[in-house]
């Protein structure tokens, strides 16, 4: 117990400490996980990273849970998952009921209209990085191009695109395998 | 209230399962949980995905969080957040099992090869519908039972220039100049918004 205590308390920290996802988590995570607790050598964090990436759902929460998991079991994966989100279910609830009440003001209204211009510019780069590391041949490009038109022109599930591009990508690579 | 809350874990455990390559891929999700139950707007969704931005955890968490605070309440933060990571953990204790045998699956590398560009299409279409939304006064709209989108203009003029303009000036900044472009993106929200006060670009 006391050891689940301690994943859920250093998890919550590194939550706590974390600007801006996953990505800016890796050398706190390295400090923490691998150097003063040693939960886990580098290249363990390397590969939990790497599957935590192409697995779904939030990259710091995948590798939270396996850490977790290979410290304690099923029980230290659920316990560092908690601590890594508990930080920011207490922020933003707080944050959100306070926003609310301010949402009538004119210069709250004001600061969050130029925000949503710089939203729009940090979704696109964050496209532009993501597009570098999936679009890596034509039919990859393709295959972005279809679900970038699909996203825009049709009324569909995004859940629809991700069992398509799954299947599209095992046939594509099989086909590929036959022909040579 | 009850069916709400049902509804939210059911949405967020979807989002959970199929949002693939960290939290900007839970954005089209969002984009679609706001169409389909109307509740939030996309420019709700904006201000929440810059206030997840701006603040400590990952940013899928704390829009996870944030929908579910505006839905219901604390109750909706902690349920919508908890069906989101439930999946990962259900997928990641499977995974740690065969952990060797995951990495080395043929399958799955495969599957990722489609998966890869799709997520990036997928967060491309919800850039564009926020590009629109922002910057221009065209609108994406669903019709209802039918499967192709409509587009709509509101009243106002084509382009947001002045809006136009502070993204041109911050795409420069974000990606192309050296000092700034390693910047935490706070630094850009703050400028922003600062910039939306002085101009008064919500036009009220």
């Given at each position: 117990m006391k050891k689940l205590l301690e994943l859920f308390w250093t998890f919550a920290k590194m939550g706590a400490m974390t600007f801006g996802g996953g990505y800016a988590m890796l050398p706190i995570l390295q400090r923490e996980v691998?150097?003063?607790?040693?939960?886990?050598?580098e290249e363990e964090l390397t590969d939990y990273f790497a599957i935590g990436q192409c697995t779904p759902g939030i990259i710091a929460v995948n590798t939270a849970t396996f850490i977790g998991q290979k410290y304690m079991g099923v029980a230290g994966g659920i316990a560092a998952t908690l601590g890594v989100v508990f930080p920011s279910l207490v922020i933003i609830s707080i944050l959100a009921g306070l926003i609310t009440n301010f949402a009538h003001l004119t210069w709250v209204q004001n600061a969050f209209a130029g925000i949503q211009v710089c939203v729009c510019v940090l979704i696109f780069n964050a496209v532009r990085k993501l597009w570098k590391k999936s679009v890596v041949d034509k039919r990859t490009c393709v295959i972005f191009l279809l679900v970038l038109a699909g996203g825009i022109f049709l009324d569909l599930s995004p859940v629809w695109y991700v069992i398509a591009a799954a299947v599209a990508g095992i046939v594509l690579k099989n086909l590929e395998v036959k022909a040579v | 209230m009850m069916a709400t809350y049902l509804r939210l874990c059911w949405e967020f455990f979807k989002t959970g399962l199929f949002a693939i390559g960290g939290g900007m891929a839970t954005l089209p999700f969002l984009t679609n949980i706001g169409e389909t139950t109307?509740?939030?707007t996309q420019t709700e969704l904006m201000n929440m995905l810059a206030v997840s931005e701006s603040t400590p955890g990952p940013i899928g968490i704390n829009m996870a969080t944030y929908v579910g605070f505006t839905v219901g309440g604390v109750p909706g933060a902690i349920l919508a957040t908890l069906s989101e990571v439930a999946p990962s953990i259900i997928i990641i204790l499977i995974i740690a099992v065969m952990l060797k045998k995951f990495r080395d699956s043929k399958y799955v590398n495969n599957a990722f090869y489609g998966l890869r560009p799709a997520s990036t299409g997928l967060i491309g279409a919800a850039c564009v519908s926020v590009i629109l939304e922002v910057l221009t006064c065209i609108r994406v709209a669903s019709a209802d039972g039918s499967l192709l989108n409509s587009f709509e203009m509101t009243g106002g003029s084509l382009l947001n220039l002045r809006g136009l303009i502070l993204a041109a000036v911050l795409l420069v900044l974000t990606n192309w100049v050296k000092p700034t472009?390693?910047?935490?993106?706070i630094v850009f929200i703050g400028l922003s918004a600062v910039v939306g006060v002085v101009f008064g670009f919500a036009g009220v």
């Open positions: 691998v150097e003063n607790k040693h939960w886990a050598t | 109307g509740w939030y472009k390693n910047l935490h993106p």
